[in-house]
């Protein structure tokens, strides 16, 4: 047998590599799952269940959160599983790569900026000026910080709010005129 038969070709050991990453990214996920699972069905067990009210037991708040989070601890069980049956040479390594690569770093960024917007902006800011804030924000972020290529700054801040104006403006009076909701 030769030592040619033996070599793998580049695109044989990429994928290699990418199985071998994604069966830790697995591993990694199923922990999450089962985490979140666990803390839905704790929330869905301690709901009030009305029986003072006299409520049937089937149309208790927290019945349809409980079986999803049920079903989403058994998801987590079988894909954990799964992952750890299987050989992962290199696996933590190559996980530990991806979670720092550019895409990862933008996948990143959108959750801070989306968690900044829903968790800080939204309820201390008007809803139309955190809206206005978020999108200029996100514009900038993405088109002069992480774009590809990237674009000139001053040209982009201009872009960024004419769009923050506009969309602050649409969803505001989307919101309010046509679904009538009350915004903050």
Known sequence: ????????????????????????????????????GAAILYGSW??????????HP?????????????ALIIC????????VRRPAPGGWHLLGAA??????MRAGTVMVLALIYSLILVGTLPFWLATGLFVFSFVVVFEAWLGVPRKP???TLAWAFGL?????????????????????
């Open 58 to 70: 089937l149309t208790v708040p927290g019945l349809v959160p409980g079986m999803l989070s049920f």
């Open 76 to 83: 987590g069980a079988i894909l954990g599983g799964r992952s």
């Open 1 to 36: 047998m030769s030592d040619d038969s033996l070599s793998t070709s580049p695109s044989e050991e990429a994928e290699a590599a990418a199985a071998s990453r994604m069966i830790r990214a697995d591993l990694v996920m199923a922990v999450v799952l089962i985490i979140l």
């Open 164 to 184: 923050a104006v506009v969309t602050a403006a649409a969803v505001t009076l989307v919101f309010e005129r046509a679904f009538l909701v009350r915004l903050p």
């Open 99 to 104: 979670l720092l690569s550019q895409q990862a």
């Open 46 to 55: 301690t709901m009030p269940r009305l029986e003072l009210r006299r409520v």
């Open 153 to 155: 700054l001053v040209p």
